[in-house]
C-alpha cells in the first residue's frame, strides 16, 4: 500500500498550510460543510467502519453517535495526543509533519458531533511538536478554516493545543479529561461515558490523532474507498511503530493485511533483526499487551488478526525482542514503568505495581525464591480486572504473559542466584535511586 | 482507640513523611507571563479557569526554574481555586520540579526500547561523568539528571530529553562529548527530532 497519512512526511515543510493545500488541504472539511450535514458525516464514519486507533479499537462513528445530542450543554471533542503507551511514536509524526490533516479531522469532528471546541491534549514532552501544531492552528484560523462562520457555513470551531505535564495515566479517555480540568490525571468511574458526562461534564468525543487524522481522508475518498483498504472490519491505513532490536525501527504505514513478520523482516520495513540475532519475542501493541513468540509472527498485524494470535493490536507500536534479552529483566522494566506511572487512585494497582515491581527486582537480583513465582500469579490476579481504568490489566500483563511464556527464565534465576543473560546494553551495576 | 503501655507516646511519636512545599522567594509572574496566562485562560469557559493551572505551573517553573510554595499560591489566586488544588497537581506531575535544578535537566528515557538500545549504560555514563546519582544535580549546578518513562521516541533509542529539547540516538560512549558540547553551546547542541528534515 502506498502511504497515504505520512506519504508527504518527509519533504520539506509538509507541515506548512502552504504544502497542505497544494495537496487538496481543507477541501474535505470544505465539502462536509457544503454538502453533507453532521448525521450524515457520522453515518459516512460509521460505513467506513473505522476503528480508534489509540489502542481499544472502537467503532469512532458509534462513539460519536453516542454523544448525547438531547443535552443543552456545550460538546466537546477531546483529542487524545498524550501518546504515552511505551513502544509507541507514530502520533508524533502527523503533529510534526502533517498537522493539518488532524487540524481538518478536529474541524470535521466537531461538525460531526455539533462541538465549537476541540482541545488536543499532548504530552508535555512533545514540546517541539507543540510549536508545530500551535503554529498551524493559527494559521488555519488566519486563512478562516478554523474561527467563526468557516467557509461561510455558520460554523464555529476553534482548536487549542493543552499540554501535559509527564503522567501516562492522561492517555486514558476519563483521565485525559481530569487533566485538561486542571486536575490529576486519574481515572472516572464509567459509566457514565464521556459521551453522555465528559469534558466539564459536557458530552465529550474522546479521540486519538491517528483517528481524527483518517476523518479527512474518509470524507474525501468516501467510505467504500476506505473499507476497502485492508481486511473486512479492519479498514484503513494503519501506523506501526516498531523499535527495538530491529535494523529500521520507525513508523510505517500500511495496511492491515501485513503481518507482524513482513513488517519486522520486510525489505521495505524494518528489514530484520540487527547483528544477526534472532527474534525471541515480540509486544505487538504496546507494552500492555501479551507478548508472542516467532511461532505467531504470521499473524495479520490487524485488531483482529493479533486478537487471533492471543494479543492485541493496542496501539500498534511493536517492540521488538531478540535472544540476548532476559524476561525477567523485561518484566522488571515494564514494572518500573507501571509502579511509576499508576496514577494511585485504586488501592490494588497503586500498592500492587510495587509489590510486583519489588518481586521482581528480588528475582532478577538473584534473590528470589521459588514461592515468589506464585505469588507474582497471586498478585496479578488481584489487580487485573479490579481497577477503575484498563491500567491495572495493562501492569499484570508483561509479568503474567512472561510466566507463561519465559517460567524457566524465572526458576534459572531463582535457582542460580543470579541472571545469566546480561546483555552488554544493560547496566554494569544496577542503577537508579529506586 | 487503644494505647499500649510500652508505646512512645513522645515528640518523635507522630511522624508524617509529607513535606510542606518550600515557600520560597516572594513571587508574581512577570507582566509578559501574566498577559500569556491571561489570553490561555480565555481558551477555556469562564467558569473553567482552573483547566489553565497547568499551563500557569509550566510558567512559573520557566520564570523561576522551579515551583515554589509563593508560586502555587499566587497562581491558585489567579485561578480561583485554593494552594491545595494546586499543590495536589504540582506533586502529581513529573514534570514539574520543586527543588532547584541544574542548569539542564537531563531526563533519560529508561524504558523498555530504549533501555534494550543501551539506556541503562547512558545513565551510567552520565552519573560517573558528573559523579552523581539520578536525581541529583551535579555540584557546579549545571546538570541535573532524572530516569524518566517512555518519551515517545522509542526508534531513535536511547533518547535524552534536555529541557525541553530532545537528544536522539545518544551512544553511551558520546556522552562526555553531549555534556562538553551542552556546556560549550547549549541546547543548540542537540540533535533535536529526526523528523524535521528542513535543517539539514
Known amino acids: 500500500m502506498e502511504p497515504i497519512i505520512t506519504k508527504h512526511v518527509r519533504e520539506p515543510n509538509s507541515f506548512t498550510l502552504d504544502f497542505y493545500l497544494r495537496h487538496g488541504g481543507y477541501e474535505s472539511l470544505k465539502k462536509a460543510l457544503a454538502s453533507h450535514t453532521p448525521d450524515q458525516i457520522i453515518e459516512m464514519v460509521k460505513a467506513s467502519g473505522l476503528r480508534g486507533r489509540g489502542g481499544a479499537g472502537f467503532p469512532t462513528g458509534m462513539k460519536w453517535q453516542f454523544v448525547d445530542k438531547k443535552s443543552d450543554k456545550p460538546r466537546y471533542i477531546a483529542c487524545n495526543a498524550d501518546e504515552s503507551e511505551p513502544g509507541t511514536f507514530k502520533d508524533h509524526v502527523i503533529m510534526e509533519r502533517n498537522p493539518h490533516l488532524l487540524i481538518e479531522g478536529c474541524a470535521i469532528a466537531c461538525y460531526a458531533i455539533g462541538a465549537r471546541i476541540a482541545y488536543i491534549y499532548i504530552r508535555g514532552e512533545f514540546f517541539h511538536v507543540q510549536h508545530v501544531l500551535e503554529q498551524a492552528i493559527a494559521d488555519a484560523r488566519t486563512r478562516g478554516f478554523l474561527g467563526t462562520n468557516v467557509f461561510g457555513s455558520g460554523f464555529d470551531c476553534e482548536v487549542y493545543v493543552h499540554r501535559g505535564a509527564g503522567a501516562y495515566e492522561a492517555g486514558e479517555e476519563t483521565a485525559l479529561l481530569e487533566s485538561l480540568e486542571g486536575k490529576r490525571a486519574q481515572p472516572r468511574n464509567k459509566p457514565p461515558f464521556p459521551a453522555v458526562v465528559g469534558l466539564y461534564g459536557c458530552p465529550t468525543a474522546v479521540n486519538n490523532v491517528e483517528t481524527l487524522a483518517n476523518v479527512p481522508l474518509i470524507v474525501q475518498h468516501g467510505p467504500e474507498w476506505f473499507a476497502a483498504i485492508g481486511p473486512e472490519k479492519n479498514g484503513g491505513p494503519k501506523l506501526y511503530s516498531i523499535s527495538g532490536h530491529v535494523k529500521r525501527p520507525g513508523v510505517y504505514e500500511a495496511s492491515m493485511d501485513v503481518t507482524l513478520k513482513e513488517l519486522i523482516y520486510g525489505e521495505q520495513y524494518c528489514q530484520g533483526m540487527r547483528d544477526g540475532r534472532t527474534l525471541k519475542a515480540v509486544i505487538p501493541g504496546g507494552s500492555s499487551v501479551p507478548i508472542l513468540l516467532p511461532e505467531h509472527l504470521d499473524a495479520q498485524a490487524s485488531f483482529d488478526g493479533v486478537l487471533k494470535a492471543g494479543s492485541m493490536l493496542g496501539s500498534a507500536g511493536a517492540i521488538v525482542l531478540d535472544d540476548t534479552t532476559c524476561m525477567v529483566w523485561l518484566a522488571e522494566n515494564l514494572l518500573h514503568f507501571y509502579r511509576h506511572e499508576s496514577c494511585g487512585k485504586c488501592t490494588p494497582c497503586r500498592e500492587g505495581t510495587d509489590w510486583l515491581h519489588k518481586i521482581l527486582r528480588r528475582i532478577e537480583h538473584g534473590e528470589g525464591q521459588m514461592r515468589d513465582l506464585d505469588l507474582l500469579a497471586s498478585i496479578g490476579a488481584q489487580i487485573g480486572g479490579k481497577t477503575l481504568c484498563a491500567f491495572g490489566d495493562a501492569a499484570v500483563t508483561p509479568v503474567l504473559t512472561t510466566l507463561k511464556h519465559f517460567r524457566h527464565e524465572y526458576e534459572a534465576h531463582i535457582r542460580d542466584g543470579r541472571c545469566s543473560q546480561v546483555a552488554d546494553w544493560r547496566a554494569r551495576q544496577p542503577i537508579g535511586a529506586h | ?200
Open chain 2, 1 to 200: 482507640m487503644s494505647f499500649h503501655p510500652k508505646m512512645a507516646y513522645d515528640a518523635t511519636f507522630h511522624k508524617s513523611s509529607r513535606t510542606l512545599a518550600d515557600p520560597g522567594p516572594a513571587f508574581v509572574f512577570t507582566p509578559e507571563n501574566r498577559a500569556r496566562l491571561d489570553a490561555i485562560v480565555l481558551r477555556y469557559p469562564a467558569d473553567r479557569k482552573r483547566s489553565a493551572v497547568l499551563p500557569a505551573l509550566y510558567l512559573a517553573q520557566s520564570q523561576q526554574g522551579y515551583i515554589t510554595g509563593n508560586a502555587m499560591v499566587h497562581i491558585a489566586g489567579i485561578l480561583e481555586i485554593t494552594p491545595a488544588d494546586v499543590e495536589d497537581v504540582v506533586t502529581y506531575y513529573t514534570m514539574f520540579y520543586t527543588k532547584p535544578v541544574g542548569r539542564f535537566v537531563l531526563s533519560v528515557c529508561r524504558t523498555l526500547s530504549c533501555a534494550v538500545n543501551g539506556a541503562e549504560r547512558v545513565v551510567e555514563e552520565i552519573c560517573a561523568k558528573l559523579d552523581i546519582a539520578p536525581g541529583q544535580t551535579d555540584a557546579t549546578g549545571t546538570f541535573t539528571l532524572i530516569e524518566a518513562e517512555c518519551l515517545g521516541a522509542c526508534d531513535r533509542a536511547p533518547v535524552i530529553m534536555v529541557n525541553d529539547a530532545w537528544q536522539e540516538l545518544q551512544r553511551p560512549e558520546d556522552v562526555g562529548a553531549l555534556l562538553d558540547a551542552l556546556r560549550a553551546h547549549g541546547e543548540a547542541a542537540l540533535t533535536g527530532c529526526h523528523h524535521v528534515v528542513e535543517k539539514k
